[in-house]
Nanobody, 122 residues
Framework: QVQLVESGGGLVQAGGSLRLSCAASGSIVNINVMGWYRQAPGKQRELVAVIPSGGTTNYADSVKGRFTISRSNAKNTVYLEMNSLKPEDTAVYYC????????????????WGRGTQVTVSS
């Protein structure tokens, strides 16, 4: 019903930058919250940043001042600009969206992308 496709991951040296993108497609009526999560090897998935459709953004303390989340409602796309990257930012980054769909009736669908690898070398 809803697909999220991430792009923009890769290998970068410490101090470098990357920009992640995530495009949503499918039977979308509206998208409320969009966000990015990450999971490092041996660790639980954690929130990186979220952006509601009309509210303020929220960031993990570990990325405040370095990462910026933004979205294009017209394109159903969320972005994550990552600057001053550190080796501890290495993880698989997942896109998430709370999507309003019409499936006989209106309901909220919790969509996840497959993830994109970000590796920061020291």
């Amino acid at each position: 019903q809803v697909q999220l496709v991430e792009s923009g991951g890769g290998l970068v040296q410490a101090g470098g930058s990357l920009r992640l993108s995530c495009a949503a497609s499918g039977s979308i009526v509206n998208i409320n919250v969009m966000g990015w999560y990450r999971q490092a090897p041996g660790k639980q998935r954690e929130l990186v940043a979220v952006i509601p459709s009309g509210g303020t953004t929220n960031y993990a303390d570990s990325v405040k001042g370095r990462f910026t989340i933004s979205r294009s409602n017209a394109k159903n796309t969320v972005y994550l600009e990552m600057n001053s990257l550190k080796p501890e930012d290495t993880a698989v980054y997942y896109c998430n969206a709370q999507v309003l769909i019409l499936d006989g009736r209106l309901k909220t669908y919790d969509a996840w992308g497959r993830g994109t690898q970000v590796t920061v070398s020291s």
